[in-house]
């Protein structure tokens, strides 16, 4: 019984073995831990379940990499599309913000070219109104002149 005990403690270890250096290889390259996996299953063992235990650590170590990595990849994309929205809404903003002061730049010069001309208009007719006055004033005297 202790013979069978240490065999199987034995491969445990050959499998943990196998699966930390596994976990510490590039997650970048499947294939090489897919082969690796491949000749854990492949060697010779005291009993099946000593296989199945050295196969499913060293399949579990390759998943828990493949997972680091891909959140890892994940986070940095994200972060990378966060700086690159960022700095699309300041564009935005600034294109926006410069847009608006030229419109109002744009509007404050018409009011007050409307504004110049409607004072011109009003003193235009300020003027005919004064001269139809003064023309109205001119004709009560002459009509009064010319009174028998």
């Excluded at 492949?42 to 959140?71: E, I």
């Excluded at 699309?88 to 903003?93: E, L, M, Q, R, V």
């Amino acid at each position: 019984m202790k013979t069978i005990r240490a065999a199987f403690l034995s491969v445990c270890v050959l499998g943990l073995s196998a699966a930390v250096a596994m976990a510490s290889a590039p997650a970048g390259t499947p294939n090489g831990h897919g082969d690796a996996i491949s000749a854990l299953a492949h060697a010779d063992y005291a009993s099946g379940a000593a296989r199945g235990v050295a196969v499913s650590t060293a399949a579990k170590a390759l998943g828990a990499a493949v997972s680091a990595a891909a959140r890892a990849q994940g986070a940095e994309k994200s972060a990378a599309g966060k700086a690159k929205g960022a700095a699309a809404a300041a564009a935005g903003k600034a294109k926006g913000e410069a847009t608006s002061a030229a419109g109002k730049a744009r509007g404050a010069a018409a009011a007050a070219a409307g504004e110049a001309k409607g004072v011109a208009a009003s003193a235009d007719g300020r003027a005919t109104a004064a001269a139809a006055q003064a023309a109205g004033a001119a004709a009560a005297v002459a009509g009064r002149a010319h009174k028998p």
